[in-house]
């Protein structure tokens, strides 16, 4: 495992998903003491991993970037204020409507089509992230997810990354995905779909033990969230579909589970 390879090799730099951060400290909770630095990005970060890390001593750093930029575009010290600094230097970033938008020297040259190479930015050259953001009195950028991923639920907006970076604070939880289910009062719920894992290996999950993660889960979201943003449904993650990268294929595993409801 991740673990044990940090454990008996020499890794001095570590770059990694939050979920896989929380795994290890999870797992193997003295893995990460030897690195000289851990880079967090990918996904929101609960201030309970930074506690975790802080407490183990561990130098971490927070970074928010994109393969179309090459791919950190700011870096900040791991803190509890959720910031994740300021552009890198060869990068520059605006706000428009809260959308972050981005250019500089380390800007793709753009997507492959049959047609050719597209490059999607704007007279001025910068390029929509499609992330929403905002920007503290310090000028440091704060993340608040997809703007294709956000969803209204009975007027107020609702963005899943928050939902999902507090349930896999939950130990029964090893990834989450939230996503919105049309309703015909609130326009859309938040569900939420769950890789749940035992605490013991000894004891294994069954329908009672889940139906009772399931309710922690939605008091862990009311009490550091708001009550209305906590999952109306929970499904199980759907094993089928296979990931060949670090973060799980979103649209694949939402479609997974809408399936049986659609037949």
Same mark, same amino acid.
């Given at each position: 495992?991740l673990a044990? =390879?940090?454990q008996?090799s *020499?890794?001095?730099?570590?770059?990694?998903?939050?979920? %896989?951060?929380?795994?290890?400290?999870?797992?193997?909770?003295?893995a990460l003491?030897?690195?000289?630095?851990?880079?967090l990005g990918? #996904?929101?970060i609960e201030?309970?991993l930074?506690?975790?890390?802080?407490a183990?001593?561990?130098?971490?750093?927070?970074?928010? #970037?994109m393969?179309?930029?090459?791919? =950190?575009?700011?870096?900040?010290k791991a803190?509890l204020? #959720?910031?994740h600094?300021r552009p890198?230097p060869?990068?520059q970033?605006?706000?428009v409507?809260?959308?972050?938008?981005?250019?500089g020297?380390?800007?793709f040259l753009?997507y492959l089509?049959?047609?050719?190479?597209?490059?999607?930015?704007d007279?001025q050259?910068?390029?929509?992230t499609?992330?929403?953001?905002?920007?503290n009195?310090k000028?440091?950028?704060m993340?608040l997810g997809r703007?294709?991923?956000?969803?209204?639920?009975?007027?107020?907006?609702?963005?899943?990354e %928050?939902l999902?970076?507090v349930?896999? *604070?939950?130990?029964n @939880?090893?990834q989450?995905i939230?996503f919105?289910?049309?309703?015909p009062?609130f326009g859309?719920?938040?569900?939420a779909?769950?890789?749940?894992?035992a605490a013991?290996?000894a004891v294994?999950l069954?329908?009672?033990?889940?139906?009772?993660?399931?309710?922690?889960?939605s008091?862990?979201?009311?009490?550091?969230?708001a009550?209305f943003?906590?999952?109306?449904?929970y499904?199980?993650?759907?094993?089928? @579909?296979?990931?060949? #990268?670090?973060k799980?294929?979103?649209?694949l595993?939402?479609?997974?589970? =809408?399936q049986?409801?659609?037949?």
């Amino acid at each position: 495992s991740l673990a044990k =390879q940090l454990q008996h090799s *020499t890794i001095s730099h570590v770059s990694l998903v939050p979920t %896989q951060a929380l795994q290890i400290l999870t797992q193997q909770p003295n893995a990460l003491t030897q690195v000289k630095a851990l880079l967090l990005g990918g #996904g929101m970060i609960e201030p309970q991993l930074i506690d975790s890390l802080n407490a183990l001593n561990i130098k971490a750093y927070t970074s928010y #970037g994109m393969t179309e930029m090459s791919s =950190q575009i700011t870096t900040a010290k791991a803190n509890l204020a #959720g910031h994740h600094g300021r552009p890198l230097p060869a990068r520059q970033l605006k706000l428009v409507d809260g959308l972050i938008w981005v250019k500089g020297e380390c800007l793709f040259l753009g997507y492959l089509t049959p047609q050719g190479v597209s490059l999607p930015v704007d007279e001025q050259g910068w390029f929509c992230t499609q992330d929403k953001g905002q920007l503290n009195d310090k000028g440091q950028l704060m993340i608040l997810g997809r703007a294709d991923n956000m969803f209204i639920c009975g007027g107020e907006n609702v963005h899943p990354e %928050q939902l999902e970076a507090v349930l896999i *604070t939950h130990p029964n @939880v090893a990834q989450a995905i939230v996503f919105a289910m049309p309703d015909p009062v609130f326009g859309h719920l938040p569900a939420a779909i769950i890789d749940y894992v035992a605490a013991n290996d000894a004891v294994p999950l069954n329908s009672a033990s889940i139906d009772l993660i399931n309710a922690q889960l939605s008091q862990l979201i009311a009490q550091k969230l708001a009550r209305f943003m906590r999952p109306r449904h929970y499904f199980s993650w759907p094993k089928q @579909v296979v990931s060949s #990268g670090i973060k799980a294929p979103r649209k694949l595993i939402i479609a997974a589970v =809408q399936q049986p409801q659609a037949e």
